[in-house]
């Protein structure tokens, strides 16, 4: 951080120190918390961390940095893969985990209101005697705020959408810490501009979410989950394609490849063969889900699918779907003293196979391990690069590899991320998928809501 930047920190910290306290950090030990995420970007340190309660506490403090000319950097669960969240210019993270309130369950109108930490198992958990459920899994128990922030999506988008889909209405402080509210409670609005889904996926770069209302679903009667092996990873994907141009109603479909069921099985002891594998889910009546196992089945056959192994027992359901969100983790344990470097891309369904297939066969090649994983279901994968942080030639290799995927990706159609948003280290595949004029419009709207780049500048652009 420069100079002038450090003498900012210390005018803020003059004026902001009486009014809050002991919610101001600036001991190395609590910020040392706050300098990395779930992904291997890391090392980024804020001069302050404050801890807002309340809404009228962030405007506070934006508008207060505003005069400091301090960045300012949102901060939630800390599992966005991406660098999103990373202090790369200091200032002060907003760390929103005090801002946990499930404010309102509307039962009737399908929809509640949310402050930005709470995570999505917290609103579940509160919620499940209501017959609701909010459907939007990305795998780690993320906030709320710092899931609409990166557009999330997971498990169950190829059903009931992603975050994009499940938001109605936003409060969102501005640089100059005004505030302001966007959409309704309605299902549906065609009134003005869409600054509800703007800032969804901005990434904190536009302003900061302090509340939402969001879309809940009811409780399905019947929940059937399954693991399906496949002699071939094109196997697997073809009968995912296959379900998909069928319109079965599938709630989940993922995609582990033989490596990431080595892992899975080494942590979380599935006994799993370790060939390609779907793990599917059913939501309906015990009629409809019977009905979308029976057509998969039939799909599946076609490709030589092996044994369709299924549960409806609670326990067991969650005890495969606990060994998927914890891939990652199991994953890192294949390498020793490792770090892991996520990616994803996104592509039409119809291109899915030639994506994998193409990943797969680099990865074979490199030597790395390196499983694939996807919410295939939406054309959505991911690879984990697992790496030992001083292996060079490996970091060269996956860098190479990630390239190729995003560039195969856009060839087709696709995008250079399907969830994990731009952060740090997608902002050159952002500018290679959109070209310099649909930045620049981007631009141009950071430049309008944040005329001196201080909310979690260097994300996005450079």
Known sequence: MSDSAHLSAARFLECANDTFGDRLMTAKSAIANYT????????????????????????????????????????GAGTSLEGNAAAVHGGICLDF?????IIEVSAEDLMCVVEPGVTREQLNDDIRATGLFFPVDPGANASLGGMIATRASGTTTVRYGSMRD????????LADGSLISTGSRARKSASGYDLTHLFTGSEGTLGFIVEASLKLHGQPDK???????????????????ATIQSGIPIARMELLDDTAIRACNAKSALGLPEKPMLFLEFHGSDASVT?????????????????????????????????????????????????????????????????ISQAKLAIDASDLVAPILGHVGDGNFHVFFILHPDDVTGWE????????????ALSVGGTCTGEHGIGIGKRDALLQEHGPRSVGVMRQIKTALDPQNLLNPGKIFF
């Open 397 to 408: 290799k996956a860098r190479i590899i990630n390239n190729a995927m995003i560039e195969h």
């Open 291 to 355: 009905d979308q196992l029976e057509q998969v089945r039939a799909i599946g056959d076609n490709y030589g699918g092996g044994a369709l192994n299924f549960a409806t027992e609670t326990e067991s359901r969650n005890a495969l779907w606990r060994a998927r969100h914890q891939a990652l983790w199991a994953a890192r344990a294949l390498v020793p003293n490792s770090v892991a470097w996520i990616s994803d891309v996104c592509v039409p369904i119809s291109h899915l196979a030639t994506a």
């Open 166 to 173: 499940n938001v109605l209405g936003l409060k969102v402080v």
């Open 97 to 101: 985990s005090r801002m946990a309130k």
């Open 223 to 241: 929940i059937l989950s399954a693991t399906w092996d496949f002699v071939t990873i094109e196997d697997a994907v073809n009968t995912v394609i």
């Open 36 to 75: 990395h995420g779930e992904g291997h970007y890391s090392g980024y340190s804020p001069d302050v961390v404050f801890q807002p309660r309340t809404i009228q506490d962030v405007q506070t403090v934006v508008a207060k940095a505003t005069e400091c000319a301090l960045p300012i950097t949102a901060y």
